[in-house]
């Protein structure tokens, strides 16, 4: 019986998914986005379980990418595949994309290629093979590498790693640096203790 899996990822200014039976891929769809992928995932997901004609208890396993990429993206992309693991009793899968670039076919460890995930300021995080630590350079000392394919290819070769991994610790975010977000200046208020 083949394996039912469902795949997003919302690490870059998108949100994408896939649903996948065994290898065959059910329906898939990605959306440009900058903000809202919080609002539009579960939407986006029920349209394409609707569109194959299944339930959410249906779904064996959930793949999700962990990044790197934006910071509230990946986020909101894990907190849901945990939630949605948790409810329906079934694995949650993380994959980098790094591991979805090398799943493209790139022999990178051989040909000295790498790949690389776009970064801001004109930045690159890259990666030399799978598992290999993962650098930040300028784009220009990085030529020739292999970067993540379109929003929709990337959701379905989510799915298909998540299919060939074994459960394990839930998926976790790849954070390559500190967030933006800097901690608030004031004071925190005083809690006074009643009598």
Do not use: K
């Not at 998540?162 to 933006?180: E, I, L």
Request: aromatic share 4%.
């Amino acid at each position: 019986m083949s394996m039912t899996i469902l795949a997003f990822d919302t690490s870059a200014a998108h949100c994408a998914a896939a649903l996948l039976s065994g290898e065959t891929v059910l329906a898939s769809r990605a959306e440009s986005m900058t903000r809202g992928q919080a609002e539009r995932l579960f939407p986006l997901c029920e349209e394409l379980l609707a569109e194959a004609g299944l339930r959410w208890s249906d779904l064996d396993r959930i793949g999700v990418g962990t990044g790197p990429g934006n910071f509230t993206g990946i986020r909101i992309a894990v907190s849901a595949a945990r939630g949605l693991a948790l409810g329906l009793g079934v694995p949650a899968i993380g994959v980098s994309t790094f591991d979805a670039i090398f799943a493209g076919g790139m022999d990178a460890g051989d040909r000295g290629i790498m790949a690389a995930v776009p970064a801001p300021r004109g930045l690159l995080h890259v990666q030399d093979a799978p598992g290999a630590e993962i650098r930040t350079v300028e784009a220009a000392d990085a030529p020739g590498a292999a970067f993540p394919p379109e929003p929709e290819a990337l959701a379905i070769r989510i799915a298909r790693i998540a299919a060939s991994r074994a459960p394990g610790a839930a998926p976790a975010p790849v954070y390559v640096r500190p967030a933006d977000a800097a901690l608030a200046r004031d004071a925190p208020p005083i809690i006074l203790d009643e009598p």
